[in-house]
Structure formats: C-alpha cells, structure tokens
C-alpha cells in the first residue's frame, strides 16, 4: 500500500474510532459542523470503497455477493453513494445558508 493511502486510511479509522465510542446518544442534535464532516466521510468512504473494489476487479479478483452482483456493478453503487452523499452535503449547506461557508 502507498503511505498515502496508507495514512489516509489510518486518518480515516481514527475518525470512525472517535464516532463509535462511545456512541452517539439517540436523539442527539449535531452542529452543522458535524453533520457536514459526516457527509464528507461517507463520500470519502463510498470513493475509497470505489477505488479498492476496482483494484480487486484489476488484480483478477471474483468477488460474488449475496444478490449476485459482480464487481463491476459493486463499483458504480459505492461511486453513487459518494455521490449522493456529496450531494447530500451541498444541499444541506444550501438549505442552512451556509454555501461557501462548509
């Protein structure tokens, strides 16, 4: 693995150790902060997930899910997750008025 990937993946599980513990409580509010850093990680994630499926597929990889679906269609949901996730973030800063501002 290059260092940077490998340290944007440790960057990445420090984040998620820092969300699941504790968890969060039900029903707790977030800043807009927060929620717009949540948005940008799964977007990281979905991409990251993208990029790692499609070096399996190019290493020769057959990786079979429970629905059938092959990697190549694996891929592009994980890049549509991203994207709607971006999207989700956009729209959420455009809803708060904080475009420009997240």
Same mark, same amino acid.
């Given at each position: 693995m290059t260092p940077a990937l490998d340290e944007a993946l440790q960057t990445i599980m420090a984040h998620l150790d820092r969300w699941l513990e504790p968890p969060p409580e039900p029903g707790v509010t977030m800043s807009h902060e927060a929620?717009?850093?949540?948005l940008q990680w799964l977007s990281a994630a979905n991409y990251g997930a993208a990029v790692h499926l499609t070096r399996l597929r190019n290493a020769g990889v057959e990786l079979k899910r429970e629905d059938g679906k092959d990697l190549? &269609?694996?891929i592009v949901e994980q890049v549509r997750m991203a994207s709607l996730a971006g999207s989700?973030?956009?729209e959420y800063n455009? &809803?708060?008025g904080l475009v420009g501002g997240g």
């Open positions: 929620v717009l850093e949540s190549d &269609r694996w989700a973030r956009t455009e &809803r708060n």
